[in-house]
């Protein structure tokens, strides 16, 4: 089947601690994104990928980093530094092209708590 | 201010209720206006997308963009115990080759549909 897989559904982290959230398609897009979602707030972009090595800050980028070694993979580290980190995280891929929409599809998220 | 605006509620109609969805936006840029529907605890889940103004409709569902006023609605007729859900606007506009589908999210707002 493909798709989007996030591991792990549910994350706890005690303060001051990094930790990486996993992402992989194999919808073989070239666009990977990683959201934010709290109550209230709808969804934020964090990190966007176009291509293998290369990747973008969204909106909300600080206390976070990216990796994208591989157009399957886009593993998200919340690091330490991140003031506020516990929210359900989504991972979403695209395909990409010029002058058009392109869907995102979403993976089914990994809820972190920070205790 | 948010570049989307769209009111959270909660929304509880009782089933077989026209239900009316709506987002405001402030970037005139933006081309593609789409709605997610997520479920609790899930990723979001495209339901319709536009380009433009004008109406789309699919089944049970219509989606309206007026670019002049900037804002669009979502329409569930005969609503169902099964659409209670979040529903979330979202929208992009082109921003050069490299922007791909960036989107901007409204808040989503909560429906029940009661039986």
């Known amino acids: 089947d493909g798709g989007i897989t996030q591991s792990p559904k549910y994350l706890f982290r005690k303060e001051g601690q990094n930790v990486t959230l996993s992402c992989e398609q194999n919808?073989?897009?070239?666009?990977m994104y990683w959201y934010r979602q709290d109550p209230g707030q709808g969804l934020r972009l964090i990190y966007y990928s176009q291509i293998v090595n290369d990747f973008q800050k969204g909106d909300i980028a600080e206390g976070y980093s990216v990796s994208r070694e591989k157009k399957e993979s886009f593993p998200l580290t919340v690091t330490s530094a991140q003031k506020n980190p516990t929210a359900f995280y989504l991972c979403?891929?695209?395909?990409?092209?010029?002058?058009?929409?392109?869907?995102?599809?979403f993976g089914p998220g990994t809820r972190l708590t920070v205790l | 201010q948010k570049e989307v605006e769209q009111d959270p509620g909660p929304l509880s109609v009782p089933e077989g209720a026209i239900v009316s969805l709506n987002c405001t936006y402030s970037?005139?840029?933006?081309?593609?206006f789409m709605w997610y529907r997520q479920y609790s605890r899930k990723g979001p889940e495209l339901l319709m997308y536009t380009y433009s103004s004008g109406n789309k409709e699919d089944g049970r569902f219509t989606a309206q963009v007026d670019k002049s006023s900037k804002y669009i609605s979502l329409f569930i007729r005969d609503s169902q115990p099964s659409d209670s859900a979040t529903y979330l606007c979202a929208m992009n506009g082109y921003e050069g080759e490299t922007s791909g589908s960036r989107l901007t999210f409204g808040e989503g707002t909560q429906l029940t549909v009661n039986p």
């Open positions: 979403a891929s695209s395909s990409t092209g010029g002058k058009t929409y392109n869907e995102q599809f």
């Open positions: 970037n005139s840029a933006f081309q593609y």
């Open positions: 919808l073989n897009h070239d666009a």
